[in-house]
């Protein structure tokens, strides 16, 4: 059965393939991106089940306006991909406040503006999927990667604790952790390092940096097979409330958990019984 999808990010990477493959099985399509133009030529040209239209997540008004031009062109919106972000790469300490603010108002802020404009519409219709793309680093922190991860484990309590806030609407949530995919989270474009400088973590920034820079077109995970995954999802009666994507993700998800079993059996001892007299 055809529906309509709103896909932020989706002149390049994966939020291009998602688009991509939707419009090949039969969707409709609200694709997303700063530059309409840009997306248009990424999605082969004008289409008539798709709207290119422009979005900056971070901008409330043009998440509504978006979100208008959407139900004005389709009637409705039946999944919404909160694709779009960016990754500020670097120590904490040679992350300015500034950039560990501009993260979070994208990675994070960016898809609460998008949903908090598609609610109303799914929640009118009793109908609807929201999937926001998560992150392994979602889930598992990581050395270089403090403030993508502060704002991907804010996407997961986001996601987490709005499932409970919208299913009494028919409303589903799928939260999306993949690994390391060839998309372009690494191109300059989307990659900006720390713009502080100390002493101290000099020699590990720049062996890091060239680490991460090597690691661009060179990731295992193939951005096409996800995207025909996440349409699989996406059409599931009952999807997941996460979907882990990619080997690497799925191990280290798996050790999380383990780690987390592990660190509840070491708490219980002093962890336990600490609860008012008067409540025992």
């Known amino acids: 059965m055809s529906k309509v999808f709103f896909i932020t990010g989706a002149g390049r990477g994966l939020g291009a393939d998602i688009a991509c493959q939707a419009l090949a099985a039969g969707h409709q399509v609200v694709a997303t991106g700063r530059r309409p133009e ?21 901008d409330p008004a043009a998440a509504r306006a978006a979100t208008r031009a959407a139900v004005d062109r389709f009637g409705r919106i039946d999944v919404l991909i909160n694709n779009a972000a960016n990754f500020y790469a670097g120590y904490f300490e040679e992350l300015s406040e500034g950039q560990v603010r501009a993260q979070i108002e994208t990675n994070l802020f960016g898809p609460m503006n998008v949903t908090r404009a598609v609610l109303p519409i799914m929640r009118a219709r009793r109908s609807g999927h929201v999937m926001t793309i ?10 270089f990667t403090v403030a993508y991860a502060t704002a991907k484990f804010g996407v997961e309590g986001f996601m987490e604790s709005l499932h409970h806030d919208v299913e009494p ?17 690494l191109v300059d474009a989307s990659t900006t390092y720390a713009e502080l400088s100390l002493d101290d973590y ?6 890091t940096r060239r680490v991460w820079e090597s690691m661009n077109g060179q990731q295992a995970g193939d951005p096409a097979k996800l995207a025909d995954a996440l349409l699989k999802v996406a059409v599931l ?12 993700c799925l191990a280290a998800v798996e050790g999380k958990a383990k780690q987390l079993l592990a660190e509840v059996d070491a708490s219980r001892e002093l962890g ?8 025992v």
């Open 38 to 58: 840009g997306v248009i030529e990424a999605l082969s040209g004008e289409q008539d089940n798709l709207l290119a239209t422009a979005l900056d997540i971070t």
């Open 237 to 248: 009666d009952e999807p997941p409330l996460r979907f882990i994507a990619g080997d690497d």
């Open 134 to 143: 998560s992150s392994l680093a979602g889930q598992v922190g990581g050395e």
């Open 169 to 185: 609407y028919g409303i589903k949530t799928t939260i999306v952790e993949p690994g390391f995919f060839r998309t372009e989270l």
């Open 272 to 279: 336990s019984g600490l609860a008012h007299d008067d409540a």
């Open 202 to 207: 000099a020699e590990r920034t720049a062996a």
